[in-house]
């Protein structure tokens, strides 16, 4: 089992819907948890970043964590077709080098 | 600005013939690392590195190879090349960020190996 599972996709959703990524982990040490963006030919750039259990918001993108569960999401509102992309769930613990998931690729159609 | 540099983008080369792609960043970051990308694999740690002269095996190494002679470079060689390599590669380095980390990655290197 690979420490964190992530459903490749693709998720194509209409313009304006409610987007929800997930990942799961397994690894209890993971402490930090993040969620990147890569766009088509171009290297992964950090989204958002949470350390604890709940929610955190940034604009149209909430990431929520549930520790209990192992599970992390991350929820996009007004999805625009801006947002198509690949999301990557990462996590870490102790060390600085952060375990990705394999990633979601996310199509939203006008 | 803060960068990760990698070159080259692209490279065709065919089996057996050493290759090396470069990576450089200019953040002063003790972490680097790189990692393959595949469809339907995702992104797979091949080597990281957490300081000058400090190397480590990802979950794929087997027919990599990696130095950290300096801080600000960690180059990925192939001594002797197969197709199974052929690939996106990213180069990444990394620091802290809220008590976790953050990852700032290169431009990519598309290799193929035939």
């Known amino acids: 089992q690979k420490e964190v599972e992530q459903d490749p996709g693709p998720l194509s959703v209409p313009e304006g819907a409610i987007v929800s990524l997930n990942c799961t982990y397994s690894n209890s040490a993971f402490q930090y948890f993040m969620w990147y963006r890569q766009y088509s030919r171009k290297g992964p750039e950090l989204l958002m970043y949470?350390?604890?259990?709940g929610n955190k918001e940034d604009g149209r993108f909430t990431a929520q964590v549930d520790k209990s569960s192992k599970y992390i999401s991350l929820f996009i509102r007004d999805s625009q077709p801006s947002d198509s992309a690949t999301y990557l769930c990462?996590?870490?613990?102790?060390?600085?080098?952060?375990?990705f998931g394999r990633g979601t690729s996310l199509i939203v159609h006008p | 600005e803060a960068q990760v540099t990698q070159n080259p983008r692209y490279l065709i080369t065919v089996t057996g013939k050493k290759l090396t792609v470069t990576c450089s960043q200019n953040?002063?970051?003790?972490?680097m690392s790189w990692y393959r990308q595949d469809p339907g694999l995702g992104l797979r740690q091949i080597y990281y590195s957490m300081n000058v002269e400090v190397t480590d095996k990802g979950d794929v190494p087997e027919g990599y190879k990696v130095s950290r002679k300096e801080k600000r470079n960690f180059p990925l060689i192939l001594e002797s090349p197969s197709p199974n390599q052929t690939s996106l590669y990213f180069c990444?380095?990394?620091?802290?960020?809220?008590?976790?980390?953050?990852?700032?990655f290169g431009q990519g290197t598309r290799l193929t190996v035939v």
């Open positions: 953040m002063n970051h003790e972490y």
């Open positions: 990444a380095s990394s620091e802290p960020k809220g008590g976790g980390t953050e990852a700032f």
């Open positions: 990462a996590m870490s613990g102790g060390s600085y080098i952060p375990t």
């Open positions: 949470t350390y604890s259990s």
